[in-house]
């Protein structure tokens, strides 16, 4: 836990830092909006270790948010297919399962204040050749003070991008083009980590 709310993208680092730390054998990220089922966890990770895959991203059906929460999901999503030569579903998913030495490799080239660190994660690992498995887990109504997360309005009532959501697009897009998205941008860097005996 943080002692103040740094935003999504730095808390998910700080987690995922964290859980690498202890040195595990498998590392599920999951966000705490309530928008997945217990039951699709056992699942992401048999499909890792049964596919002996590098990451596993959870594809979410069924997902109810607003229209510009989905807009953004699909423009990203575009972005990254051309940059990536090939379509990634999901891209920003929040629910993904990594074996260790596979976010190693990606984490040390994301910075610690990263915004939007899953789409870097997702573009890097086409990039580099990682063995990614794609699962389709059910998306349920997030739970918590919105079920539309904080930024993004504040139920069916609101019609237009909230202000906060079209400053965060703004920063992010500029992030993903120096991290990941110009020629000399560091992601490009990334290479898939020789797999360890297990």
């Given at each position: 836990m943080q002692a103040?709310?740094?935003?999504?993208?730095?808390?998910?680092?700080?987690?995922?830092?964290?859980?690498?730390?202890?040195?595990?054998?498998?590392?599920?990220?999951?966000?705490?909006?309530?928008?997945?089922?217990?039951?699709?966890?056992?699942?992401?990770?048999?499909a890792?270790?049964?596919?002996?895959?590098?990451?596993?991203?959870?594809?979410?059906?069924?997902?109810?948010?607003?229209?510009?929460?989905?807009?953004?999901?699909?423009a990203v999503g575009l972005m990254i297919a051309v940059a990536a030569g090939r379509r990634i579903p999901d891209v920003n998913t929040p629910l993904r399962a990594y074996r260790p030495d596979a976010l190693r490799a990606l984490i040390e080239?994301?910075?610690a204040?990263?915004?939007?660190?899953?789409?870097?994660?997702?573009?890097?690992?086409?990039?580099?050749?990682?063995?990614?498995?794609?699962?389709?887990?059910?998306?349920?109504?997030?739970?918590?003070?919105?079920?539309?997360?904080?930024m993004w309005g504040r139920g069916a009532g609101v019609t237009l991008p909230p202000k906060r959501l079209r400053a965060f697009v703004r920063t992010a897009l500029g992030e993903a083009w120096r991290l990941s998205l110009r020629p000399s941008a560091p992601l490009r860097a990334v290479r898939r980590p020789e797999p360890v005996a297990r």
């Open positions: 103040v709310n740094r935003g999504h993208g730095p808390t998910a680092l700080a987690a995922y830092r964290a859980g690498l730390a202890v040195d595990p054998e498998v590392l599920v990220h999951v966000d705490g909006d309530g928008q997945f089922l217990g039951s699709d966890f056992p699942r992401l990770i048999g890792l270790t049964a596919a002996d895959a590098d990451v596993v991203h959870g594809v979410r059906d069924g997902r109810t948010d607003p229209w510009y929460r989905r807009a953004l999901t699909g080239a994301v910075p204040d990263a915004t939007v660190p899953h789409v870097h994660f997702s573009l890097a690992e086409a990039r580099a050749g990682f063995r990614v498995r794609y699962l389709r887990v059910a998306s349920i109504p997030r739970r918590g003070e919105s079920a539309t997360g904080t």
